[in-house]
């Protein structure tokens, strides 16, 4: 019991990698904001789960490409749970499709940029004047942000690079105010995003190709998060951890 205490707004919180991060708080004792847009029912079944085992949660609809729905998931956090924010997980986002430059239009990359890059600097312009010292930040970034990802997913890549960079520039600036931010950049793991986006005979040659010799686990993922979130890692910011069962390295 950890996070006893302590609240955390888990963006893109009702399925997979958000799932499990969820779960994950729940148990540590945090009060858990679990946030979701076009996932009800997953939402749902994410926060039975989280009560059913005795925690504390809502689940909160809101579109974070919004710059006042950003601000009102904090606003609903805040009316739930009491006025400060202490741990914040940017995990919303997503490929949307695999297009090359020349299928790829003016709208396309900026809905992208808007659903993995501007949702992560307006979710930080919402939450962290209610973060109190000693208050941290988890962004999830990707291991395309490294290579530039596979066929298609130039903007996906690019999005997720700036990811990076803004944790860098992020753990600077409120370093001084005690708060820490850091990502995480995954590999293949298991979840619906490479279920859809990903051939399965391209997974069984990544899975092949890893050291580990399989797909990562969102749990796996869930874990490196509430490390972070935690006071274990009390000296750690700024970092973008690979976890990617020795794939690439940074």
């Known amino acids: 019991m950890e996070l006893e205490g302590k609240t955390a707004i888990v963006t893109g919180g009702g399925r997979d990698i958000g799932r499990a991060i969820s779960i994950r708080l729940a148990e540590m004792g945090a009060n858990v904001v679990l946030n979701y847009y076009n996932t009800p029912k997953d939402a749902e079944e994410t926060l039975a789960t989280i009560q059913t085992k005795g925690g504390k949660a809502i689940a909160v609809k809101a579109d974070l490409t919004k710059w006042d729905e950003c601000f009102r998931l904090v606003e609903e956090s805040q009316a739930a749970f009491g006025n400060k924010v202490d741990i914040l997980v940017n995990n919303a986002g997503g490929l949307v ?45 990707s291991q395309a942000g490294r290579d530039g990802g596979g ?26 105010q005690g708060i820490r931010v850091n990502a995480l950049c ?65």
């Not at 299928?103 to 109190?132: G, I, Q, R, Y």
């Not at 890549?157 to 992020?170: I, Q, Y």
């Not at 990544?206 to 009390?234: C, M, N, Q, W």
């Open 151 to 176: 066929g298609g997913a130039s903007a996906y890549g690019t999005s997720k690079g700036a990811v990076m960079t803004f944790t860098r520039a992020m753990a600077k600036e409120l370093g001084p």
């Open 186 to 250: 995954p590999g293949l793991i298991g979840t619906l995003f490479h279920d859809t986006f990903t051939p399965d005979n391209v997974r069984e040659v990544v899975a092949g190709k890893t050291p580990l010799r399989r797909e990562g686990r969102a749990d796996e993922v869930a874990d490196l998060v509430a490390y972070l979130a935690s006071d274990r890692s009390s000296f750690v910011s700024g970092a973008n951890f690979d976890i990617n069962g020795g794939l690439a390295f940074s």
């Open 97 to 141: 499709a695999r297009k090359k430059l020349d299928e790829m239009d003016e709208e396309f990359w900026d809905f992208v940029m808007d659903l993995n890059l501007k949702s992560v600097f307006m979710m930080h312009k919402a939450a962290v004047k209610h973060m109190p010292e000693g208050s941290s930040i988890v962004n999830i970034a």
